[in-house]
């Protein structure tokens, strides 16, 4: 087959998938092409759409491939959205910070970072699907652990959490940080669990369902609030 | 707009009186970023606080809180008390008991959450900077074929997701549809299950609030829906059913939870892995 029409048949399958399309999955679909072949593609694609001056791009989110249009027009595009733009309090950012650096993690240890109560801010973070109940941690009271959700990875523009920048780069970039002063920050930087793999349900076989008082102060739908 | 007032759009509600002060109290995030300003407008190490100095600034800041009225936060007065237990050890004289000379720095530990603290503030800068989807940049629209018998895929419905319907129908039932009971019902889970199951086999698809209301649509028992909930669950995680709702165009759960027999081959098997498991 032309590699031009493997080209337009990955644009089509990019452009027709209602949620990010996996590599292995986007080469399946084009006749003779191998995953090597189809991320090749995708960057070819990329790079017309650069010299075309496309108000697009195709982004590898959360293990696939998305059509998404350029930061430059966001205010023309935010305007014809039905919802208002995406808005986190700091608060929320440092919280989701500490989830996705420490996942899994309890409550009491985000608010040990912190020094400030996490029950609020992790309830809403649940509610926009950004963080989940990845299970318990086995030691007395079976705290909830928390972890970043494929959402999370969808609204900040990762492929995998692993691309988060470590927290020694982090420090290096950062004047005012020292890096590496305590040896208990050394080993920040690891994420010791892998995100959710995509389409699957979240794990959490062993979610405790008793303690739901915790999380539910409200009758509120937490759906409305979802984008 | 949110169901939390304030959490999402900053505490600088609180700030509403008017007072300079109290929009510049309110926008820091808790004790830590407190000390983390003032050590930046001392420009001192934080390695090395002069900790006399900066807890009585400390205490300053929170009287001013107090003085507008403001509720001053437990946590905020947790670390006034933390740094004057800092401020006396400083002042003892080192143990002369200790032949291995000083001790450690009684600020050592302030220190480390300052530091770890200061670096997560760094990642949420980061995350702030990022190109979000839904500000920055939006995704191209897709829906799936309107073709497909219902338009619906399995997508993860949590705990979270489950709880929030089944707190959605105890809502609905209300507290007057179980009137007062008495007599003491002998409700299992692994009972529950069969009758779910059962319902499946008669039916390919079920809407998880027919579940657990009776046939005629009325508040069971208390027990037998806490049972029913249960079960569900643990058929889910026997992958004995799956459990299926709508999504939205964001690719946001939509519309009522539906539950399924899975097609797993295996599935049939469920009733084996119920008496083994319970």
């Known amino acids: ?227 | 707009m949110s169901a939390f007032p304030g959490e999402l759009d900053s505490g600088a509600s609180e700030g509403s009186s008017g007072s300079p002060y109290a929009v510049k109290l309110a926008l820091f995030e808790g004790p830590l970023d407190l000390l983390l300003h003032l050590i930046r407008v001392n420009e001192v190490e934080i390695t090395d606080i002069p900790i006399a100095r900066i807890s009585e600034q400390y205490l300053a800041s929170l009287e001013t809180i107090r003085e507008l009225d403001l509720d001053v936060a437990g946590e905020f007065l947790l670390m006034a008390a933390t740094l004057a237990w800092i401020k006396s050890r400083m002042l003892l004289p080192p143990d002369g008991l200790d032949t291995e000379g000083e001790g450690p720095d009684p600020r050592a530990e302030l220190v480390a959450r300052l530091l770890e603290y200061q670096r997560f503030k760094e990642v949420a800068r980061e995350l702030a900077e990022r190109r979000w989807l839904g500000r920055d940049v939006f995704e191209a629209h897709a829906s799936p074929l309107e073709s497909q018998p219902e338009s619906e895929r399995e997508i993860a419905v949590g705990v979270f997701e489950l709880i929030e319907a089944y707190r959605r129908v105890l809502a609905r039932a209300g507290p007057s549809a179980a009137p007062h009971e008495v007599e003491v019902e002998t409700v299992t889970v692994r009972e529950r299950m069969r009758v779910v199951m059962k319902a499946l086999e008669l039916r390919p698809s079920l809407e998880f609030t027919e579940c657990v209301l009776t046939s005629e649509g009325v508040f069971p028992s208390r027990s037998i829906f806490v049972a029913t909930f249960l079960a569900i669950l643990e058929l889910s995680r026997l992958a004995a059913l799956r459990i299926y709702q709508g999504v939205d165009e964001r690719g946001g759960p939509q519309g009522p939870i539906h539950l399924r027999r899975s097609d797993d081959p295996g599935s049939g098997a469920w009733s084996e892995q119920v008496a083994e498991i319970m």
């Open chain 1, 1 to 227: 087959m032309e590699r031009s029409e493997q080209l337009s048949i990955a644009e089509a399958l990019i452009l027709a998938s209602p949620e990010p399309i996996p590599l292995p999955r986007l080469a399946s679909l084009i006749p003779s092409c191998k995953p090597a072949v189809a991320r090749a593609l995708v960057d070819e694609l990329n790079a017309e759409y650069l010299m075309r001056g496309r108000a697009f791009e195709i982004w590898e989110v959360a293990g696939g491939f998305q059509l998404r249009t350029l930061p430059a027009f966001a205010s023309y595009v935010q305007a014809s959205q039905p919802e208002r733009p995406l808005r986190l309090s700091q608060a929320a950012l440092e919280t989701l910070a500490v989830v996705a650096y420490r996942q899994p993690v309890t409550r009491a240890e985000i608010e040990h970072v912190r020094g400030v109560d996490a029950g609020a801010v992790l309830r809403s973070l649940l509610e926009r699907h950004l963080v989940r109940i990845a299970g318990h941690r086995e030691v007395p009271g079976r705290p909830l652990l928390y972890a970043t959700s494929r959402r999370f990875l969808e609204v900040f523009g990762l492929a995998r959490i692993e691309d988060l920048p470590t927290l020694r780069e982090l420090a290096e970039l950062a004047p005012e940080g020292p890096a590496g002063a305590h040896p208990t920050l050394e080993s920040v930087g690891s994420v010791s669990e892998a995100p959710e793999p995509p389409g699957q349900p979240a794990d959490e076989d062993d979610a405790d369902v008793s303690d739901d008082d915790e999380y539910f102060d409200d009758d509120e739908d937490p759906r409305s609030e979802s984008e």
